[in-house]
């Protein structure tokens, strides 16, 4: 299957500092690409929508000024925590919308995750 | 809103047994379904995708169902070993592409 990475794969980082994500699609095009995030013992959440060439939609509850995404190439997004705090913590995925599927649709890749840690 | 829930949240079991895990989701109106493992600490593995005109999906010892009228999906797990132990996710995505999570069934396999 299709393969998405993300960069770094863990990062800690002082309380005030920015962090940036990269979610790259390896081997395929990606107009479309999400950002989820997961709390511990919880299940993920989508933070956001972002498309290729445009401005990414958010999802209620999201700060689009902390949070702020770009989508620059079919192949890159990146997630940027502006003034992260320890609240901020948490374990960032990234998905990509894969190639049509020949009986319609189409799936959706994962990458392996950034789990960020602000002190 | 779609909302998805999984049942049981947790389970235990002795290696060898064939176990179901159990999705249900509100809006019967979805694009497809797709289960993962999630090890601790790890990212998602997807293990199975169903599209909305599909009703079951096979990998290995893994089978998937989906009955989208009744807003089920179960997947079974045969023979389990102490591998499978991790929680297992479903997904449902909606026509825009938006996946909604379950809260997930955290499994044991006992040796």
């Known amino acids: 299957g299709a393969v998405v990475s993300q960069h770094p794969s863990r990062v800690i980082c002082k309380s005030g500092t920015s962090v940036k994500i990269e979610c790259r699609s390896l081997?395929?095009?990606?107009?479309?690409m999400f950002w989820y995030r997961q709390f511990p013992k919880q299940s993920l959440m989508l933070m956001a929508t972002?498309?290729?060439?445009?401005?990414?939609?958010?999802e209620q509850g999201v700060e689009k000024d902390k949070f702020l995404i770009n989508h620059a190439s079919l192949t890159l997004s990146t997630l940027t925590v502006t003034s992260a705090h320890p609240e901020d913590s948490s374990f960032y995925i990234c998905s990509a919308r894969g190639p049509p599927l020949a009986g319609g649709g189409d799936e959706q890749f994962f990458g392996p995750g950034t789990r960020l840690t602000v002190l | 809103k779609q909302e998805v829930t999984q049942i049981p949240a947790a389970l235990s079991v002795p290696e060898g047994e064939n176990l179901v895990l159990n999705c249900s989701f509100t809006?019967?109106?979805?694009?497809?379904l797709q289960w993962f493992r999630q090890d601790p600490g790890k990212g998602l593995t997807s293990l199975l995708l169903i599209q909305s005109s599909q009703r079951e999906q096979t990998s290995g010892r893994l089978n998937a169902s989906l009955d989208k009228s009744s807003g089920r999906s179960t997947l079974y797990i045969a023979a389990s070993q102490p591998g499978d132990s991790a929680t297992y996710l479903c997904?449902?995505?909606?026509?825009?592409?938006?996946?909604?999570f379950g809260p997930g069934t955290r499994l044991s396999v006992l040796p």
């Open positions: 809006d019967s109106a979805i694009y497809n």
């Open positions: 997904a449902v995505s909606d026509y825009g592409q938006n996946f909604v």
């Open positions: 081997d395929f095009q990606a107009t479309t």
């Open positions: 972002s498309n290729e060439g445009s401005k990414a939609t958010y």
